[in-house]
């Protein structure tokens, strides 16, 4: 029998067609259409719409539409809100009517009364039960200005220029800026006037805060009432003063002690003056770059002198006005018994006799013997002075003069002098010889030069043997022994000394070599064992003095010097006593005086000096 599988196919069904059944255990035959009698037929619908009955009468479902505002989604009906616009317009609003909302999901009917809660007014802002918001202002109430005042208002003590100013315009409140009330124009911006005029007017206030007006005519009269009964500040000076635009200008100066009174024209000022007046028993000095009416700047007892500042194409000029004349005070007199006190080869001191009537200073002149012109010397108060800078072995002539308030008197009579012979530089040192070389110093010490001129100091200079240039150890020595220090250990140095006076350096000395010592083990600790006590006679002998040493294999070396803070300037190697004893005889110093005794390492480790001095007489 074929299966089911091997049956052939059918392109359709029709209500006629037969199928076989199992009826009673036995196999029967039945058409589609007897099968399938009574049962619901397939129900077509399009989508978005739902199945229900709108005819009368029996019979099938009808296709219903959702309608406006609804939708439905695969199997849910949901509401679009379309159906709104169709709703009727509400022209006001009343506290009566209701607004749908939704509360956590759920729809709900809320009062418009309601939403009033969900506001809050800020600082003079109310809102009504009817949602009305309106301002409130300082001192009133909403809306109005019952109470309000302005005094409650802060207070300002200043305004510029983009500060508001409240005002009411065409019945409206507004603000204006400050500027703009003032129409924007500040004295800077104003137009430039012409020159000034007495019928110029400006703002005054009289007798209250009223602005009047007033002409500058009005003003320069009363101005001119004041000026007759105007009396310049009198100020006393007892120490000397320097002028200052702050405190003296425009003042009377009384001098009541015999002081010096100086200029400072970046202090005075362009059109600075003041009155002088020496009431004191001495001379008032005008200090400073002053220039006087009678060519001194001595201000004599009972004088007066007007001071000014000017300021002018030439520069600045500070000028005096002395009060006398030479008629009333007298010029002095011819200078006498000029003489000449001494001589080197470039200088001459001259001395004369005193004067009356008494000058105030004394004006040198000099030349060269057999020559016109004459040079001037700065000038004196005192019977003496010395000319500088002149030629060795050249003669001059001298004249002196005396000055006073009233002028200069006639010069003295001439009187010649010459120089001595110039300076020679002095010759070659002698007997430089090097001791005591240390890790780091050398001692060195020579003779003075025995041609040329003379010595009046040293120079002392070092080289690394088979080097070129020189170094210097020091210069202004005055005495033949120096200690060269900060050298390098175990080294080999070149040593010369030059002696210098006015007329140049002399020749450097023959050249001596020596080398620093190895660089030793450095010390840690001194302590002093033997010191020198009592009093010894300066470059008598020698000073024996020592030390324990640690560690006691570190040499060290002991000198003097006349400072407890700075070192010697030479020194002498110690010697091992014993244990960690070190010591040493150090020469006495060849200068009487105080002074302290030092040691330290040979490569400068642990520098100490004994506290307690000694005495060298």
Not at 338 to 358: C, G, Q, R
Not at 454 to 462: G, N
Not at 571 to 590: D, E, F, I, K, M
């Amino acid at each position: 029998m074929p299966t089911i599988s091997q049956l052939p196919a059918v392109s359709q069904v029709t209500a006629a067609d037969q199928v076989p059944i199992s009826q009673g255990g036995s196999a029967c035959s039945v058409s589609v259409g007897t099968l399938l009698a009574g049962i619901q037929p397939a129900i077509l619908a399009a989508t978005g719409t739902l199945l229900g009955r709108t005819s009368l009468g029996p019979g099938g479902p009808d296709p219903v539409g959702v309608g406006v505002g609804l939708l439905l989604n695969t199997d849910t009906l949901v509401a679009t809100g379309a159906d709104h616009a169709s709703f009727p317009v509400q022209g006001t609003l009343t506290l009566s009517d209701e607004a749908v909302l939704s509360s956590e999901g759920n729809p709900k009917l809320l009062q418009l009364s309601l939403l009033r809660g969900l506001f809050s007014s800020g600082s003079n802002i109310a809102i009504d039960q009817y949602g009305t918001i309106s301002a409130i202002l300082e001192g009133g109430t909403s809306g109005g200005t019952s109470g309000y005042s302005i005094t409650d208002l802060p207070t300002v003590t200043t305004i510029s220029a983009g500060d508001l100013v409240a005002i009411s315009q065409a019945g409206l409140d507004h603000t204006i800026s400050y500027a703009n009330l003032i129409d924007g124009q500040t004295i800077d911006q104003a137009q430039a006037a012409a020159a000034a005029s007495g019928t110029d007017i400006f703002f005054v206030a009289q007798g209250g805060n009223v602005m009047l007006r007033q002409t500058l005519a009005a003003v320069w009269v009363w101005l001119s009432s004041q000026l007759p009964c105007y009396q310049p500040p009198t100020l006393e000076l007892t120490t000397d003063t320097t002028l200052s635009a702050a405190v003296h200008n425009g003042r009377m100066l009384v001098c009541s002690q015999p002081v010096t009174v100086t200029s400072a024209p970046t202090s005075m000022g362009n059109g600075f003056t003041c009155d002088l007046l020496n009431v004191s028993a001495g001379n008032i000095t005008l200090g400073g770059s002053v220039t006087t009416s009678s060519g001194t700047s001595i201000l004599a007892p009972g004088q007066a002198a007007t001071v000014t500042c000017v300021t002018y194409s030439g520069g600045t000029l500070v000028f005096a006005w002395l009060s006398v004349s030479a008629s009333s005070f007298g010029v002095p007199g011819q200078v006498s018994d000029l003489a000449v006190s001494s001589e080197s080869f470039d200088t001459i001191t001259l001395t004369w006799a005193t004067l009356s009537p008494s000058p105030t200073s004394y004006t040198i002149q000099y030349r060269v013997s057999g020559t016109a012109g004459w040079s001037t010397a700065p000038s004196v108060t005192a019977l003496e002075c010395t000319v500088t800078g002149l030629l060795s072995a050249s003669s001059y002539d001298f004249v002196v003069s005396a000055a006073n308030n009233a002028g200069v008197g006639i010069p003295s009579a001439i009187v010649t002098a010459s120089t001595s012979a110039g300076l020679n530089p002095p010759g070659m040192v002698t007997g430089l010889t090097t001791n005591n070389a240390t890790s780091s110093g050398m001692s060195l010490a020579w003779s003075s030069p025995g041609s040329g001129g003379t010595a009046s100091s040293y120079t002392v200079q070092y080289r690394v043997s088979g080097t070129v240039s020189w170094l210097t150890g020091a210069s202004g020595l005055t005495s033949t022994s120096f200690a060269v220090t900060g050298l390098s250990s175990d080294t080999s140095y070149d040593f010369e000394v030059v002696a210098v006076n006015a007329a140049g350096p002399g020749p450097a000395s023959n050249v001596e070599t020596a080398s620093t010592t190895a660089a030793g083990v450095s010390v840690t600790s001194i302590t002093w064992n033997v010191t020198p006590s009592g009093s010894y006679l300066h470059g008598n002998g020698a000073i024996g003095i020592n030390a324990q040493v640690s560690p006691s294999s570190a040499p060290v070396q002991f000198g003097f010097s006349t400072s407890s803070t700075v070192p010697p300037t030479s020194w002498t190697l110690g010697s091992y006593v014993n244990t960690n004893l070190w010591g040493a005889y150090v020469n006495t110093p060849s200068v009487a005086g105080t002074w302290y005794a030092w040691v330290e390492g040979t490569n400068g480790s642990m520098p100490t000096v004994y506290p307690t001095a000694f005495s060298v007489t």
